[in-house]
């Protein structure tokens, strides 16, 4: 059974800087487009950003965009975040999951939501 395993977050000041990192169990981890979400209180989960299988393409949100960076190590089984110059609205549960990569859309085939990581942004 795939598990993801988000970690990473905390309280950090505006403008500062968190990287967070995604655990994947599975074997075929590399074979799918993999992203980051968020959900804030009261407010719908959205996508943030999305990695190709193999890296090469990425895609972003507006609202990240030039701040944010995807990577991931298909090695490790692993998917990144790194959050710069980091705002009081990107305070939100951070989760990673499969994602179809054209539309940043969850995509179901690969495992379910982790229990995601609390990132905080203080003004």
């Known amino acids: 059974q795939v598990q993801l395993v988000e970690s990473g977050g905390g309280l950090v000041q505006a403008g500062g800087s968190l990287r967070l990192s995604c655990a994947a169990s599975?074997?075929?981890?590399?074979?799918?487009?993999m992203g980051w979400f968020r959900q804030a209180p009261g407010k719908e989960r959205e996508s943030v950003a999305a990695i190709s299988w193999n890296g090469g393409s990425t895609s972003y949100a507006d609202s990240v965009k030039g701040r944010f960076t995807i990577s991931r190590n298909n090695a490790k089984n692993a998917v990144y975040l790194q959050m710069n110059s980091l705002k009081p609205e990107d305070t939100a549960v951070y989760y990673c999951?499969?994602?179809?990569?054209?539309?940043?859309?969850?995509?179901?085939?690969?495992?379910?939501w982790g229990q995601g990581t609390q990132v905080t942004v203080s003004s």
């Open positions: 999951a499969a994602v179809f990569l054209a539309t940043m859309t969850f995509n179901p085939s690969f495992g379910s």
């Open positions: 599975g074997r075929t981890f590399r074979s799918y487009a």
